[in-house]
């Protein structure tokens, strides 16, 4: 897949690596702006302090705002899979969209193809495995809702981008929510600290792990957002696993 065209306003906004770090995590977001100019503008802006590597508008154009090479300030209070650190290991993507507070649109055709075609471009230069291309709200779920439940993860996985498995269906049976205890409650949150989630292993749901289980949602079971781990929910998560785990075993034979 051949990259778009790169344009280039680059941010004073970022610093060195910790510990010289290669990114092996990309990070995904929306704007939540009202145009693309204006969040280029934002993310110029020494004042914010915040930036990122690229932002792609919604006609497709991609913007380079820090050399890949820096760490670029994205991600802020976040955590994965242990990392707090998540803006020196990764390379964090703008997409504009004016987000939920402005009608949350559909992410165009147009863009959803330079998304693709960027991401292919990073992985020519960074093995960045499969289960490390993440939303916002993965690894700051109780502070972000982005890119959101109408972004299209099964298209990139499709892509050859990340880890993706079919939603199971949404049946009536209710599910775990706030103020339950459950030795099930233990198994829901170990296998979400097992994919990466920060979430405590208590057997409580309790408001982390309602909020871990609604960035799942968004991330992986986008048809009913709501926080509660109902069977369709837990079953996914299960699914995602079994491929987490396959994926895992493939990469180990690759090296």
């Known amino acids: 897949m051949a990259i778009f065209e790169i344009d280039r306003c680059m941010s004073s906004s970022f610093d ?14 929306y ?18 302090r915040v930036s990122c590597h690229y932002l792609i508008a919604e006609d497709g154009e991609i913007t380079q705002m820090v050399e890949e090479e820096h760490r670029a300030w994205h991600a802020g209070k976040s955590l994965w899979a242990g990392c707090k650190d998540i803006n020196s290991c990764s390379i964090g993507i703008e997409i504009a969209n004016v987000g939920p507070d402005q009608g949350y649109p559909p992410f165009p055709d147009i863009q959803m193809e330079a998304v ?21 709200s993965d690894v700051a779920p109780a502070r972000k809702q982005d890119p959101g439940e109408k972004f299209d993860w099964q298209r990139l996985f499709s892509a050859g981008i990340g880890l ?70 837990l079953k996914t998560l299960s699914d995602l696993l079994q491929v987490y785990e396959e994926s895992n075993l493939a990469q180990i034979a690759d090296i």
């Open 164 to 233: 993706w498995v079919e939603p199971e269906p949404i049946d009536g049976v209710e599910g775990f929510k706030l103020g339950d205890t459950s030795k099930h409650i233990l198994n829901l949150q170990s296998a979400l600290s097992t994919y990466g989630y920060q979430v405590n292993i208590t057997g409580r749901f309790d408001a982390q792990t309602k909020h871990v289980v609604t960035a799942f949602q968004r991330h992986f079971r986008q048809e009913r957002v709501d926080g509660v781990a109902d069977f369709s929910t």
């Open 116 to 136: 693709e075609a960027l991401c292919h471009d990073i992985f020519s230069r960074y093995r960045i495995v499969p289960e490390r291309v993440l939303a916002h």
């Open 16 to 29: 060195e690596r910790a510990g010289g770090q290669k990114p092996d995590l990309l990070l995904l977001h």
């Open 31 to 48: 704007t939540n702006m009202a145009t693309a100019a204006n969040a280029i503008k934002r993310l110029c802006d020494p004042v914010t």
